[in-house]
């Protein structure tokens, strides 16, 4: 059964807590949304750093509909059904405010743990749309909780100008931040590799800092950082991606631990009925039906839509807000906090145990050729004119049967290995290319569209 690895931490959490067998008494939310912000960051910056820009083009009018439209639309309808429940209208639009975003890190956590690959449209929208929910489910939580704390409820309009003003400064911050950054990071030679990431954590939290100092939104300028720092070369690109990986993972690690420390089994049972409700409730419709709906105009096939509309399991994101209202002293909060406690576990299980076995019954999954067993990768101080790329070939090609001296290669360009059935071999001029092999091309960058007419799209893409 597929499960977010970081879900088992949340039950270490638990467990560990004042009610477990850990008596580890901690209910600071100060603290909680401190650490919170700055797992965010880094969780979204590494997010940014493995969405390239060129493809996130492709998906950007959808995947922005769902994190606006629909992450609005989802908050007004679990608000609704909330409500049913006794909750105070401003309460149940903070608690759908709180759970509207989603989380692609658990999404692919739980397909790569499965082997399970996405056709690349999917695969893009649920990548591109958590990046892009998130601020706006910070906005809109930030929003009504100041409105029921000052006494007042926003108005509309208020609410959407806020929302455009923020997201336009947290957009222009980053992209500037980002392309300063770049600048500075393709002149100045640190001495050593590991100074690389270092430097890109700093550049993404300036990003984040100005633009909260200006008012606009700092999620979404550290994504949009990433995403343009990502999309281009960096020098010693391999480490930076690892590192800041290894950082998205701790921080995930991190928040789900502490909402397991917040939590408090013996008030869960008073919000049993009521948070189990919620959660199918926008697992199995909500999240489902306000998919599909924003998708409609673009033409996604309605499997693509309803795949997409299954899958948007809840993450960090929700731990975070949740402490917002606790923190301004909002009259029933702790409530929503433990609301949210079964949002994310029921989300986490009926949805999530659930990702890979959908995949193939909507016909999702991607006919591509899974990755090489070896990877290489090719690390350096300063930017390349050549690149290795690996590519997998098809029975379809014309270079399928053919020796590597038969193949005619662009200039600069050549095999300098295979990978066949796991065994690696060492090419040459008489070596057969068969279908099912890993070609290993070392060309110059310029000379990609040449090696990719010979052996296709590379695995690296």
């Known amino acids: 059964m597929g499960l977010p690895v970081a879900l088992l931490f949340l039950l270490v959490g638990v467990v560990a807590g004042s009610e477990g067998l850990g008596h580890i008494g901690f209910e600071d939310y100060g603290f909680a949304f401190r650490v ?50 006794g909750l105070s209208w401003a309460m149940a639009m903070l608690l759908g405010a709180i759970v509207s975003s989603t989380d692609a890190a658990a999404v692919f956590s739980v397909l790569t743990a499965s082997g399970t690959r996405l056709r690349r449209r999917v695969g893009l929208t649920l990548e591109l749309e958590s990046g892009l929910n998130d601020p706006m489910a910070v906005i809109l939580t930030t929003a009504i ?38 600048l500075l990071i393709m002149r100045v030679h640190l001495p050593a590799a590991g100074l690389y990431p270092a430097f890109t954590l700093a550049v993404a939290c300036l990003s984040f800092g100005l633009a909260t100092l200006l008012h606009g939104s700092g999620f979404l300028a550290v994504y949009v950082t990433g995403m343009t720092l990502g999309s281009g070369v960096l020098p010693h690109a391999v480490g930076i991606r690892r590192v ?7 921080s995930q ?43 409609a105009p673009f033409r996604y096939r309605w499997r693509a839509s309803a795949y997409v509309g299954w899958v948007g399991l809840r993450g960090a994101v929700p731990i975070v807000l949740a402490t917002i209202p606790v923190m301004a002293d909002v009259p029933g909060a ?6 949210v406690f079964f949002i994310v576990v029921v989300g986490a299980l009926v949805p999530g145990a659930t990702v890979p076995w959908m995949a193939r019954l909507l016909r999702v999954e991607s006919d591509a050729p899974p990755p090489p067993a070896t990877m290489i990768e090719v690390d350096a101080r300063a930017p390349r004119g050549d690149e290795l790329r690996a ?16 193949i005619p290669f662009p200039e600069g360009a050549a095999v300098s290995m295979l990978e066949r059935g796991g065994a690696l ?27 990719e007419l010979l052996f296709g799209r590379s695995e690296e893409h």
């Open 425 to 451: 071999i060492a090419p040459s001029g008489a070596t057969r290319i068969e279908p099912g092999d890993y070609v290993y091309v070392i060309a110059p960058v310029e000379h990609r569209p040449l090696v």
């Open 244 to 250: 800041h990986d290894a950082l998205g993972w701790l």
């Open 391 to 406: 590519y997998f070939v098809s029975d379809q090609l014309a270079v399928a049967g053919a020796t590597l001296a038969e």
């Open 334 to 339: 702790h409530v929503l906090f433990d609301i």
């Open 36 to 85: 919170g912000t700055t797992a965010l960051v880094l969780i979204l910056f590494d997010g940014g750093l493995n969405t390239p820009a060129a493809s996130a083009r492709q998906v950007l009018a959808p995947a922005t509909v769902l994190a606006t439209v629909g992450v609005v639309a989802t908050a007004g309808l679990v608000a609704v059904a909330a409500h049913l429940f």
């Open 145 to 182: 909780t100041a409105g029921i704390a000052g006494g007042a409820a926003p108005s509309a309009l208020a609410v959407t100008l806020d929302v455009v003003r923020e997201l336009a400064i947290g957009a222009v911050t980053g992209y500037v931040i980002a392309r300063v950054g770049r």
């Open 253 to 295: 690690v991190l928040m789900f631990l502490l909402l397991g420390l917040l939590v408090f089994p013996s008030r869960l049972l008073q919000v049993a009925t009521v948070g189990l409700t919620l959660a199918l409730f926008l697992a199995v419709v909500a999240r489902p039906v306000i998919a599909m709906l924003c998708l």
